[in-house]
């Protein structure tokens, strides 16, 4: 089963830029593996920022967006607020079958 | 809007069932999967497989065969997990989510406990 890495954790400033990654044990990132992004506060529901690398849903502020860099999927918060403190998780597909990363750790500090 | 409800929490002994269920709205049930996913109290993500909601044919991933069970119902657009001989470490937050855009479940708490 391919393995899918992220950083563990990561520190922004507020008003800062910071880009997380998303790795595949099998080589690079495609489109085919329709990477999405997830954020996930404490005691809430996951909840989808991204899908399909790059399309925001309805609630994603336009502060977040997706894209596919060197070979990684990656999620690319600009401006970061308070709020957005969290746990990420990215997913890739493999044919349907759903793998998700580790998670990063996103400190506002 | 697409919203998915599922049941609440439960409490459980070892050796029992249970049945969550996801019920969707907003959307034509039939024309998505679903898939669930599994959190472990401080633990991430883990799926656990999805089922075709147009046939009912499932699919499980590693680890989930045997004692899990997924099902769906066209006529009421919901789907279940039901797992069965319950273990400790069957403890987690267990939740429905639809492929395509990804919308969620706001999740179902197991516990079980003697």
């Known amino acids: 089963q391919a393995v899918v890495t992220q950083e563990p954790s990561l520190t922004v400033s507020p008003g800062g830029t910071v880009t997380l990654t998303c790795g595949s044990s099998?080589?690079?990132?495609?489109?085919?593996?329709?990477p999405y992004w997830f954020q996930q506060k404490p005691g809430q529901a996951p909840r989808t920022l991204i899908y399909?690398?790059?399309n925001r849903q309805s609630w994603t502020p336009a502060r977040f967006s997706g894209s596919r860099l060197g070979g990684k999927a990656a999620l690319t918060l600009s401006g970061a607020q308070p709020e957005d403190e969290a746990e990420y998780y990215c997913?890739?597909?493999?044919?349907?079958?759903?793998?998700f990363g580790g998670g990063t750790k996103l400190t506002v500090l | 809007q697409v919203q998915l409800v599922q049941s609440g929490s439960e409490l459980k002994e070892p050796g029992a069932s249970v049945k969550v269920s996801c019920k969707a709205s907003?959307?034509?049930?039939?024309?998505?999967?679903m898939n669930w996913v599994r959190q472990a109290p401080g633990q991430g993500l883990e799926w656990m497989g999805w089922?075709?909601?147009?046939?009912?044919?499932?699919t499980y991933a590693q680890g989930f065969t045997g004692r899990f069970v997924f099902s769906s119902d066209r006529s009421v657009s919901t789907a279940y997990l039901q797992i069965s001989s319950l273990k400790a470490e069957d403890t987690a937050v267990y939740y429905c989510?639809?492929?395509?855009?990804?919308?969620w479940g706001q999740g179902t708490l197991v516990t079980v406990t003697s």
């Open positions: 989510a639809r492929e395509r855009e990804g919308y």
């Open positions: 907003g959307y034509i049930f039939s024309n998505f999967a």
């Open positions: 089922i075709n909601t147009n046939t009912g044919n499932p």
């Open positions: 099998t080589g690079a990132v495609t489109s085919g593996h329709y």
């Open positions: 399909d690398t790059s």
């Open positions: 997913l890739l597909s493999y044919n349907g079958a759903w793998v």
